[in-house]
C-alpha cells in the first residue's frame, strides 16, 4: 500500500496530537522530564534548554546558579525555557524549578559534554562482560562521569518522554553500562578534562529503521516504499493491530516470548561458562502480526520512545555501533545517511559529530584473499558511503578488532574486547568535536591506476606514511603475518579474483598484481567477513576494506 504525503501528514499530525493530549494533559502539578534529574550532566557553552509541565497559564521560573529564564505554560500545561550559555564545571550546581506553588530542586549537576550512546548488541554490550573487567571496574569510580539508560519500551507514536535516571560512575553502575560507552567517555574525561555525561540508547538486534522518524523514512522514496508501505495498515487503523497482536499473545504468543527470553538467558549462561547447550529455542506458535511493540524490526518505534525524548537536551555528539541487522539490507547507507540528518535536524544545535563503528571482522579467518565469502564486507561498504556522503561523520576503522577464535557463531557477534573500538571513537572525537590535529582514521582508497600488469592504489589518511602493522595485542584477532601485505585480491575485466602481491609504495601508495592476471582491472582489500589484512598507517590504525569492481 502506497501512502500518499498529504495523507502521512495528516496521519502524523493526528498520532501527534494523540500524544500531546495522552501525556501533556493539564495539570496542576510541576514536572520535569526524566532526563532533567539529579546527577545529570549538562552540555557546556550552549544554551540550556528546561522544559517541562504545570498548571495551564502558570509563569515557570528556571534558574541554574546565576543563570535564570521564565516561561509560560500552554494550554496543555507544556512550558520550554532557554538561558543562556553554561560553561564547563566540576563543581556540583543545583538545578532549581518554581511556578510559585511547586519547586523541584535537581541536585549534583555537572556542566561538561554530552553524547549519545546508541546501536544495538554491541553497542549495549556491558563492561561487566568484557574481557578485563575486574581490573577495570576497580578503578571506575569517576564521580565526574555519569550515565542514563534509557529503558527499553517502543512506540507508534513519538514520546515526550522516556524512563531513565542519572546514575554517578562508580563499579556498580559502569558494570552494566554500555562498555564501549564508559571506555570512550573515559578517555574524554581524561583528555578534554570535563565532566562527561553518556547516554545509553540502545537495544540488541535492533535494526536502523527502527531509530529513525516517519517523517525521515516518508522523505526519500526509497525508504518509504521499503519500511513504511507494507507496514501502513498499522499506522492507519493501530486498533485494528492492537487486537490482532493480543490475540495473538493470548493463543500463545505472551508464553512463547516468556520462553524465547529464558532460552536466551540460559544460552548466555551457558556460553560464559564454556558449557555446551543444545537444547533448540523455543517454537513460535503462530507469526507474530506486526505492531508497535516490535521493539527491533517495526520502523520508527524506537525513535519515537528513546530518542524523541532527549531531542530538546543539547548533546556534544552521538556514537553509533549498529548494522548487523541489516546486513543484507540494500538500502542501509540510504538509511543511516537518513537517520543521521533525521537526529541533527530534530536536536536543532547544527551538524553534531556522529561517529560510527563500522563493523569489525567476525568469526573463521579467511586466509585466501580471492575466498568469495562476503559476510558484512557490504554493511561496512554501505558505512563507508554513508559517512562520505553526511559532513562530520567519522568512520571508526575495526577490521583488526573482531572476534575469530571462538566456536560459536553467536559470541563472535559479540567480542568482549571493547576497549579498543572505544579508544578509536575517542580519536574520532578529538577531530570531530574537539578540533585535534589528530590521524582518526584508517587509510582509505582514493584512486586507482592501472600501470601495466600492475594497479596502484593511492590512499587518503595514510599519516606519515603506509606500513605493514599488526592488531593492538589485546584485540581477540590473531596477529597476521609481517613479512609481506596481505588481504589483496585481484581481477581482470571477468572479476574472477585471484590473491595478490601487495607492496607499499612511497608514503601513500600500494602497488598490487599478480603472475596469474597479466591484465588487471579491479582490486580488492579485506573483502570477506573475516580477511587477514595488514595495512596500517603510521598511527597504528588499519586501512579499511574495500573494492574498485562496483560497476
Known amino acids: 500500500m502506497n501512502i500518499p504525503t498529504r495523507s502521512l501528514a495528516l496521519i502524523s499530525a493526528l498520532l501527534l496530537m494523540v500524544v500531546a493530549a495522552h501525556s501533556q494533559e493539564p495539570s496542576s502539578k510541576l514536572k520535569l522530564p526524566s532526563i532533567l534529574s539529579d546527577h545529570m550532566v549538562i552540555q557546556r557553552d550552549v544554551p540550556l534548554r528546561v522544559w517541562g509541565w504545570a498548571k495551564p497559564g502558570t509563569t515557570v521560573n528556571v534558574a541554574?546558579?546565576?543563570?535564570?529564564?521564565?516561561?509560560?505554560?500552554?494550554?496543555?500545561?507544556?512550558?520550554?525555557?532557554?538561558?543562556?550559555?553554561?560553561?564547563?564545571?566540576?563543581?556540583?550546581?543545583e538545578l532549581v524549578v518554581s511556578d510559585g506553588v511547586d519547586t523541584i530542586t535537581v541536585r549534583d549537576v555537572l556542566v561538561g559534554?554530552?553524547?549519545?550512546?546508541?546501536?544495538?548488541?554491541?553497542?549495549?554490550?556491558?563492561?561487566?562482560?568484557?574481557?578485563?573487567?575486574?581490573?577495570?571496574?576497580?578503578?571506575?569510580?569517576?564521580?565526574?562521569?555519569?550515565?542514563?539508560?534509557?529503558a527499553h519500551e517502543s512506540s507508534g507514536v513519538p514520546l515526550p518522554d522516556c524512563k531513565g535516571r542519572w546514575v554517578v560512575?562508580?563499579?556498580?553502575?559502569?558494570?552494566?553500562?554500555?562498555?564501549?560507552?564508559y571506555y570512550f567517555g573515559r578517555d574524554i574525561l581524561q583528555s578534554q578534562k570535563v565532566p562527561v555525561g553518556l547516554i545509553g540508547a540502545n537495544l540488541g538486534a535492533s535494526k536502523a529503521e527502527v531509530w529513525l522518524s516517519r517523517e525521515a523514512l516518508a522523505e526519500n522514496p526509497d525508504l518509504q516504499k521499503a519500511y513504511l508501505q507494507p507496514v501502513a495498515a498499522i499506522f492507519e487503523q493501530p486498533e485494528a493491530a492492537k487486537a490482532a497482536?493480543?490475540?495473538?499473545?493470548?493463543?500463545?504468543?505472551?508464553?512463547?516470548?516468556?520462553?524465547?527470553?529464558?532460552?536466551?538467558?540460559?544460552?548466555?549462561?551457558?556460553?560464559?561458562?564454556?558449557?555446551?547447550?543444545?537444547?533448540?529455542?523455543?517454537?513460535?506458535?503462530k507469526p507474530e502480526p506486526p505492531y508497535f511493540t516490535a521493539q527491533t524490526t517495526f520502523p520508527t518505534v524506537l525513535f519515537n520512545a528513546k530518542i524523541n525524548p532527549l531531542v530538546n537536551f543539547p548533546i556534544r555528539g552521538a556514537l553509533w555501533y549498529q548494522g548487523e541487522s541489516n546486513a543484507n539490507d540494500p538500502l542501509y547507507d540510504k538509511l543511516l545517511a537518513a537517520l543521521i540528518t533525521d537526529w541533527r535536524k530534530r536536536w536543532?544545535?547544527?551538524?553534531?559529530?556522529?561517529?560510527?563503528?563500522?563493523?569489525?571482522?567476525?568469526s573463521k579467518q579467511q586466509k585466501d584473499a580471492a575466498e568469495p565469502v562476503i559476510g558484512w564486507a557490504t554493511v561496512r561498504d554501505r558505512q563507508m558511503k554513508a559517512h562520505q556522503a553526511v559532513p562530520n561523520t567519522g568512520l571508526i576503522p575495526t577490521i583488526d578488532l573482531g572476534s575469530t577464535n571462538s566456536p560459536d557463531e553467536n559470541r563472535n557477534l559479540h567480542p568482549d574486547e571493547?576497549?579498543?573500538?572505544?579508544?578509536?571513537?575517542?580519536?574520532?572525537?578529538?577531530?570531530?568535536?574537539?578540533?585535534?590535529?589528530?590521524?582518526?582514521?584508517?587509510?582509505?582508497?582514493?584512486?586507482?591506476?592501472?600501470?601495466?600488469?600492475?594497479?596502484?592504489?593511492?590512499?587518503r589518511?595514510?599519516?606519515?606514511?603506509?606500513?605493514?602493522?599488526?592488531?593492538?595485542?589485546?584485540?581477540?584477532?590473531?596477529?597476521?603475518?609481517?613479512?609481506?601485505?596481505?588481504?589483496?585480491?585481484?581481477?581482470?575485466?571477468?572479476?574472477?579474483?585471484?590473491?595478490?602481491?601487495?607492496?607499499?609504495?612511497?608514503?601513500?601508495?600500494?602497488?598490487v598484481w599478480s603472475e596469474a592476471i597479466p591484465d588487471p582491472a579491479f582490486v580488492r582489500y579485506g573483502w570477506q567477513m573475516s580477511p587477514v589484512v595488514n595495512l596500517y598507517s603510521s598511527a597504528g590504525l588499519p586501512a579499511f576494506p574495500f573494492r574498485t569492481d562496483t560497476d
Open 418 to 459: 571493547k576497549e579498543n573500538i572505544a579508544l578509536r571513537l575517542a580519536l574520532a572525537a578529538g577531530h570531530f568535536a574537539y578540533g585535534e590535529n589528530v590521524d582518526y582514521g584508517g587509510p582509505i582508497i582514493e584512486s586507482a591506476t592501472v600501470t601495466g600488469n600492475k594497479i596502484q592504489i593511492a590512499f
Open 245 to 285: 497482536h493480543d490475540q495473538w499473545l493470548a493463543e500463545g504468543g505472551a508464553q512463547y516470548e516468556k520462553d524465547r527470553k529464558q532460552w536466551y538467558m540460559d544460552r548466555f549462561a551457558a556460553l560464559k561458562k564454556n558449557e555446551p547447550f543444545d537444547r533448540p529455542a523455543p517454537a513460535q506458535p
Open 348 to 362: 536543532q544545535i547544527g551538524d553534531f559529530p556522529f561517529l560510527i563503528v563500522q563493523l569489525p571482522n567476525k
Open 461 to 511: 589518511h595514510a599519516g606519515d606514511g603506509l606500513k605493514i602493522g599488526q592488531p593492538p595485542k589485546s584485540s581477540l584477532t590473531p596477529q597476521p603475518p609481517t613479512d609481506e601485505l596481505h588481504g589483496f585480491a585481484i581481477a581482470g575485466k571477468d572479476k574472477k579474483f585471484v590473491a595478490a602481491k601487495a607492496a607499499i609504495e612511497g608514503t601513500d601508495k600500494v602497488l
Open 64 to 93: 541554574l546558579g546565576q543563570v535564570t529564564a521564565t516561561a509560560q505554560s500552554d494550554g496543555n500545561g507544556a512550558w520550554s525555557a532557554t538561558t543562556g550559555k553554561v560553561s564547563a564545571s566540576g563543581s556540583p550546581v
Open 169 to 181: 560512575c562508580a563499579p556498580e553502575s559502569a558494570k552494566s553500562f554500555s562498555a564501549v560507552g
Open 113 to 150: 559534554d554530552v553524547w549519545v550512546c546508541s546501536g544495538q548488541s554491541n553497542m549495549a554490550f556491558p563492561l561487566g562482560e568484557c574481557q578485563g573487567a575486574s581490573g577495570e571496574l576497580a578503578e571506575a569510580n569517576r564521580p565526574q562521569m555519569r550515565f542514563f539508560q534509557i
